[in-house]
């Protein structure tokens, strides 16, 4: 099946007074129609920056695309015009984002920002518009969806906030949903609700879903498949199973071993020691080197080439076998 | 397959990178160094500082009494005998512009000091008693906000004489306000804090709090709104006496000399520039000082 | 709802205005060297009206109630120098001059203001940037006493092309009027720079972009409102410095307006014409401020849920 959304070798740097930071530097993946991608990564990793930046959504001096390719539907957006990449977004690609308290616009009702996109997007008229919106409400569980349309964000919870913002992404029948840590703000009873609803919209729609987020916990509830990112880079990309059972990147191991369980007793919760790199002061090599248990003289040389494990699972470290 | 556990590998082969050596500087030395790196503000401080000493020295650097009268030489442009020419009564305008700084300047300080201090009180007490009288007291600051004190003060003195001490009074009093609010959001910030709760769960009393914890960090913003409080009053006070409600003859600050100044703009400007400019130059001073220390007090950090 | 917010405004008002009057009331009766003071010398003509009009004789509550009673009608009392004219003439003359005064003004400070400072933050750290916010620094720093007098040697006495003083034509107008706005011109120009450049980086922008729309959709139907707000706060102390500010620029223009008049009475101890001014000035500001209540309560729907 052909991916919905590629990117090959992206690369995407702040040129900002301190140096260059790389934020996004040579990262590649694929989603396909349908599927739920997660991608993994802590605060820094690149993770929500790649996505921000070929949707074009972050002030551009300072940042700068430098190289790769972002395919959507096979063709490259990252030559498109402005205008043409204005169409897409908000209609064919959507993004919602962490913060529902503050990402809805205050002093407008929820109704009108709901039909927004369908406006500008389509050529339905208000009427129309305001009646799909009302069943986009419904469809995320807002009870009262008519009455709720007149009312003000500040009115709403902050899961039923969220809510209406998937609600406003969805109006327009998107093909991919970029999901930025759209439960990281919201409490954990309300994280489930928010990701059944995303799991169900999904199976009726067969859109794609990007699910960025740097809790494992909920990658593994709902992807299909799983990228690890750190410090701009991709360390390992493969099937849910791939990553949760047979990860083969340090790194990953690493995550993995320092989420607290609830079901196997633990000891002491091991750490992964050292601090993110500064991006600003990256080499060429591999980015996790100081803190990884297994460096070798040759990660510090160059960034490790790709290893299949697997028919889907790929990792990009010099070790031949998986570490234990 | 030999199963390793994990290492956990501390020692590197590349050094870690260096951050900058920021071992721990206070607040004051470190609002010190910004301030200093803040050029417009830097200069602002400086002048203000010449200012205040040439004021200091005025009587002994002046040329001319400020009230002495030379009725041949009345009008005169800028000359080796009178720096800055003279006025309708032939008097010589550097002299009177040096003086007229040192009321100005006294002026702004001492009603600034007024303001100061009421205001914290005020303040203060808002915000420490806090609840239902906080409210109010605020409420009340709200409205009388929307107030032009100058009319105030006009009112007082056309009531009371023109007497200057009143006049420092009463415009100190026309800038309480803001002052009040800034102290008042402070001490609320700061009374919710954990360490005023250690220092109560440490036995400390009230007033032991708010000496030594609120206090010193409630400084900051008052310094800071000081020196933007004083270009205020130098200026309400040279509004009022442009209108001949402020300083009376034979004293002049600046803006009775401005106002003098006005009247034989056509055939005399250097009368009214020189006045004009210095006030001017006075209040760019005092306000980029002030905006300068509120930016390195700051603790929110550098703008970029 | 947001009624609430402004009957709590309200609250608070009515409370300030009644202390303002009583505080005028007992200024007039009592000050030293005051109109009632009996060492003073009145003359007989001007005895006779203060005495009639204000019932000397009566007790004092029933005084203070016959002013507010007065006050009610809008009616001021009689000069104090003046011995056939009231406040209320002298303020029916002068009123509208100096209300057409502060409108222009108003009109260029929030035309200037708003355009200046709304460019600025379209593009920031240009030109379009540095150039407005310099001057507007100058406008905040300076005072409306020393502004007017330059804006009068450079354009008037030095360029002769507009006239110096007075209040006949229309080019009359625009000197005084400019003079006014600018100080205020200049602070809105930045807090509408402020303003746009805040809600420029909150997330519901971000939002709004990410759904498609033009910069310029975001900025007129997302950016906007909230981006004004700011000014719109400030239009109540703007219009109460504008009528202090007039004082001003009514002496350096020669205007006929109840600021001048105001300055005269102050300097020959006109108590009551001070006094009925002062209070129709505080009137005049309070219902402004609670006009802008009122508008910031539409524009802002959080404020009508606290």
């Known amino acids: ?324 | ?304 | 709802m947001g009624l609430r917010y402004l009957l709590g405004r309200l609250a608070v008002m009515i409370p300030v205005f009644i202390v303002v009057v009583t505080v005028v009331f007992f200024m007039i009766r009592f000050a030293p060297g005051g109109p009632f003071d009996s060492e003073k010398q009145v003359p007989p003509d001007i005895l006779k009206n203060l005495n009639a009009k204000y019932h000397l004789d009566e007790p004092l509550v029933q005084q203070y109630l016959r002013y507010w009673g007065d006050l009610s009608r809008f009616d001021l009392g009689p000069s104090f120098k003046y011995a056939n004219r009231t406040v209320n003439e002298i303020i029916a003359e002068s009123l509208p001059v100096s209300a057409e005064l502060g409108l222009i003004s108003l009109v260029w400070a929030l035309l200037i203001g708003v355009t200046a400072g709304g460019l600025a933050a379209l593009k920031p750290n240009s030109m379009f940037d540095y150039i407005p916010m310099s001057f507007s620094i100058l406008g905040i720093c300076l005072p409306t006493f020393v502004i007017g007098p330059l804006f009068v040697l450079v354009f008037a006495v030095w360029a002769g092309w507009l006239p110096v003083g007075g209040w006949n034509t229309w080019q009359d107008r625009i000197l005084p009027s400019l003079t006014l706005g600018f100080a205020y011109a200049a602070y809105i120009s930045r807090l509408t720079r402020g303003g746009l450049m805040e809600i420029r980086s909150q997330d519901f922008i971000r939002t709004a972009r990410a759904k498609g729309l033009s910069e310029g959709r975001v900025i007129v139907k997302h950016a906007l409102r909230g981006g004004l707000l700011p000014v719109v706060s400030y239009l109540g102390p703007a219009m109460a410095g504008i009528i202090s500010g007039a004082l001003v620029t009514e002496q350096i223009f020669n205007i006929p307006g109840l600021g001048r008049f105001f300055i005269q009475s102050a300097v020959n101890r006109d108590y009551t014409v001070v006094m009925g001014t002062s209070l129709l000035y505080f009137s005049l500001i309070f219902v402004a401020n609670f006009l802008v209540d009122i508008v910031y309560v539409f524009l802002d729907p959080r404020v009508r849920y606290e």
């Not at chain 1, 921000?52 to 002030?59: E, F, M, V």
């Not at chain 1, 993004?95 to 500008?120: C, D, H, R, V």
């Not at chain 2, 000359?79 to 009564?89: F, R």
């Open chain 2, 1 to 304: 397959m030999s199963s390793e556990v994990m290492t956990i590998n501390t020692t590197t082969i590349a050094p870690p990178i260096q951050e900058d050596d920021s071992a721990g500087v206070s607040l004051w030395k470190d609002a010190y160094h910004r301030l200093l790196k803040n050029k417009l503000a830097t200069f602002g401080g400086l002048f203000i500082l010449f200012e205040v000493f040439i004021c200091i020295i005025t009587p002994w650097i002046a040329p001319y009494g400020f009230d002495t009268q030379n009725l041949e030489l009345t009008l005169a442009k800028p000359s080796a005998a009178h720096w800055l020419g003279t006025d309708t009564l032939g008097r010589d305008l550097f002299t009177r512009l040096l003086y007229g700084g040192r009321i100005s300047m006294m002026v702004g300080f001492l009603a600034s000091m007024v303001s100061v201090i009421v205001g914290v009180v005020y303040g203060a007490i808002s915000g420490f008693i806090g609840g239902k009288l906080d409210n109010f007291m605020m409420r009340v600051v709200d409205v009388l906000f929307a107030l032009p004190f100058v009319f105030l003060v006009i009112i007082l003195m056309v009531f009371f004489g023109r007497n200057i001490f009143l006049l420092f009074v009463a415009l100190g009093f026309t800038q309480w306000l803001t002052m009040a609010r800034i102290v008042r959001g402070q001490v609320i910030s700061l009374k919710e804090k954990e360490f005023v709760e250690a220092a109560r769960s440490l036995g400390i009393s009230n007033w032991g709090i708010i000496y030594r914890h609120l206090i010193p960090n409630t400084l900051g913003p008052v310094i800071v709104y000081l020196t933007l409080t004083v270009p205020s009053v130098i200026l309400d006070e040279a509004f009022l006496s442009f209108l001949g409600l402020g300083v009376q003859a034979p004293m002049a600050s600046w803006g009775t000399l401005i106002s003098n100044g006005v009247e034989v703009m056509e055939i005399a400007p250097w009368a009214l520039l020189f006045p004009a400019i210095t006030l001017s130059v006075t209040l760019f001073s005092l306000n980029f000082l002030g905006d300068g220390l509120r930016d390195a007090l700051d603790p929110k950090g550098a703008k970029d």
């Open chain 1, 1 to 324: 099946m052909e991916p919905i959304l590629e990117l090959k070798n992206y690369q995407a740097h702040f040129y900002t007074r301190r140096g260059i930071v790389k934020a996004v530097d040579g990262i590649s993946f694929k989603v396909h129609p349908g599927e739920t991608l997660g991608i993994v990564g802590e605060s820094g990793s690149g993770k929500s920056v790649t996505h921000l930046s070929y949707l074009r959504l972050l002030p551009s001096p300072p940042l700068r695309i430098v190289g790769g390719e972002v395919r959507f539907k096979g063709k490259n957006i990252l030559t498109l015009p402005d205008r043409q990449l204005r169409d897409l977004r908000g209609k064919s690609i959507a993004m919602i984002f962490q913060e529902p308290m503050t990402s809805l616009n205050p002093y407008m009702k929820i109704g009108a920002q709901l039909i927004e996109p369908l406006l500008i997007h389509t050529v339905m008229n208000k009427k129309d518009a305001w009646k799909k919106a009302i069943a986009a409400l419904e469809r995320v569980g807002i009870p009262n969806a008519e009455p709720a349309m007149n009312r003000y964000p500040h009115e709403f919870s902050g899961g039923m906030r969220q809510r209406v913002m998937i609600a406003m992404a969805l109006t327009t029948d998107p093909a991919v949903l970029i999901a930025d840590e759209p439960t990281t703000a919201l409490d954990v009873t309300v994280q489930a609700q928010i990701l059944d609803l995303l799991r169900d919209i999904q199976k009726d729609t067969g859109m794609a879903v990007v699910l960025i987020t740097h809790d494992l916990g909920v990658v593994a509830g709902l992807a299909d498949r799983v990228v690890v990112m750190y410090a701009g880079h991709v360390f390992e990309e493969g099937s849910a199973e791939d990553i949760f059972y047979r990860s083969a990147h340090p790194y990953t191991l690493a995550l993995l071993k320092s989420t607290p369980r609830i079901d196997v007793p633990q000891g002491a919760l091991p750490v992964i020691p050292g601090m993110p790199p500064d991006l600003s002061r990256l080499g060429k090599g591999c980015p996790f080197y100081e803190r990884c248990g297994y460096h070798m003289d040759v990660c510090v040389t160059e960034f490790p080439t790709s290893h299949q494990f697997g028919p889907e699972h790929e990792s990009f470290c010099y070790l031949e076998r998986p570490p234990q």
